[in-house]
């Protein structure tokens, strides 16, 4: 579903809902409505629907990435896990899209508007939306402001044999967040300007299909060509297709951002975060979670008691992607030589998956922690960094030294410990290439890992 088609919708929704929310009404009736104030929260709880052509008045800190919302904390659009459906409201209507996000994101707002039924949601978790008849600033938290990076798609020598997948699954119009935009943008650069990979063999994945709408112009930013939807289905299309192509004399490089779903050890309640119970026994030995531990009924027996293991997901545009069917996609695949590298939260669950024989795989977070955006957020940290030392320089051109050896070139290897050494985020990036499926953080070579990485370039 497009941006264009989700706002349409929107629209069509407020115009069917009940026809008291379009009259007037008087003055002393409204001030008597604002009185009781509602909590987000509250209009994205299991009664929402009792609120539903309803006036109402919510406070919250906006931000319009990539459609306007209100959150309840901005830690919440940092991390690169799935928004809390409880901590966010959609703002819909003129007024809404009339506010400058350059000017006032990252502002508290206080906002009246009626409230209209998303349907149908591209999100399961999207039940309503707020459209605003009014709407003031209470303060300023934090400026909150993302524009999208310009890079000019020069001409290239194409390399044969070389494939890129470039993937953002974003989970829906709320959670599309503009900085995976500017993560796939800044690799699709890299890799066409830096290294001649020919746009016909790199195959972009995004969201719901189209490109976000810059900021600024409010018109979509074509300077990348979108292939497919972020769907599981497109994946396993791609991949097939992928299958029938290539050879033992190829180099495959997949790239994701966006979201991902896991076990977080460190929060109070670790296991609402995506992810499931692993029911195939697929999962090292390492991963081992005890319920008595965290007291919690992991695998829904009624008995707190056992022990289980975790299946980590990437997320989908509409649904999600778990560790093993993501990994079955490269089931009889021929290459010469893959790296995988994973921005997403509990990305490292992703290791043990897909070990494999001439793969390298890097991921920006263990797989127990989330990843994180950079601070300003256009871009999420560790990929930021690992394409800057790629790319020998960051996107506005500014030089970058990543080649420690001085040979001319970045591997792998060089690019990994860059970005370790930059990225200031709170996650732990890990490194796999011997095909034990145990990685190790930086910095590699370590532990039989990095021999490969080593001596692998993506020209």
């Not at 829906?172 to 746009?199: C, E, Q, V």
């Not at 997403?344 to 994180?372: H, L, P």
Request: charged fraction near 20%; charge should be negative.
């Amino acid at each position: 579903m497009t941006r264009k088609v989700f706002l349409i919708l929107v629209a069509l929704t407020l115009a069917l809902s009940v026809g008291v929310v379009a009259c007037a009404q008087p003055a002393e009736e409204e001030e008597e409505e604002e009185e009781e104030q509602l909590s987000i929260s509250d209009l994205k709880g299991p009664d929402w629907m009792k609120y539903v052509g309803t006036v109402v008045t919510v406070e919250g800190i906006f931000v319009r990435d990539p459609i306007p919302m209100l959150l309840t904390d901005l830690d919440i659009v940092k991390v690169n896990s799935p928004m809390p459906e409880d901590q966010y409201i959609i703002l819909a209507g003129d007024q809404a899209e009339d506010i400058d996000p350059a000017e006032y994101g990252g502002a508290k707002l206080k906002v009246t508007g009626n409230v209209v039924a998303m349907n149908p949601p591209v999100d399961p978790s999207e039940h309503v939306a707020v459209d605003l008849t009014r709407w003031e600033v209470v303060d300023f938290v934090e400026r909150y402001y993302i524009e999208l990076v310009d890079f000019r798609i020069g001409p290239c020598i194409p390399q044969p044999n070389r494939y890129a997948i470039l993937f953002n699954g974003g989970i829906g119009p709320a959670d599309n967040h503009l900085r995976f935009w500017n993560d796939l943008k800044f690799m699709y650069s890299t890799l066409i300007n830096k290294y001649g990979y020919a746009p016909d063999r790199i195959t972009v994945l995004y969201g719901d299909g189209s490109p976000p709408d810059d900021p600024a112009t409010h018109l979509p930013d074509t300077s990348m060509p979108v292939d497919h939807s972020g769907t599981q289905a497109n994946l396993e299309s791609v991949f097939k297709s992928l299958k029938a192509t290539t050879t033992s004399k190829d180099f495959i490089f997949v790239f994701a951002t966006n979201h991902g779903g896991g076990f977080c050890k460190e929060c109070p309640t670790p296991d609402i975060y995506g992810g499931q119970v692993d029911t195939n026994a697929d999962e090292p030995g390492t991963d081992v979670l005890s319920e008595t531990h965290y007291g919690r009924d992991l695998n829904g027996d009624g008995v707190v008691a056992g022990s289980v293991s975790w299946d980590e997901e990437l997320c989908s545009w509409g649904g999600r992607i778990l560790d093993d069917a993501f990994s079955d996609m490269f089931a009889n695949l021929a290459y010469r030589r893959m790296v995988i590298v994973m921005g997403t939260c509990f990305s490292g669950g992703f290791i043990y998956d897909m070990r494999g024989s001439n793969r390298i795989i890097i991921s920006a977070a263990s797989e127990y922690e989330f990843g994180w955006s950079m601070l300003g957020y256009p871009f999420d940290e560790f990929s930021y960094y690992f394409t800057c030392a790629i790319n020998g320089a960051d996107e506005r051109g500014n030089p970058v030294d990543a080649d420690t050896n001085n040979d001319g070139q970045v591997s792998m290897v060089e690019a990994f410990n860059y970005a370790v050494s930059e990225d200031e985020a709170p996650e732990t990036p890990y490194y796999e290439d011997d095909g034990d499926g145990v990685p190790h953080s930086g910095p590699v070579p370590a532990a039989g890992d990095g021999t490969l990485g080593s001596n692998t370039f993506l020209s």
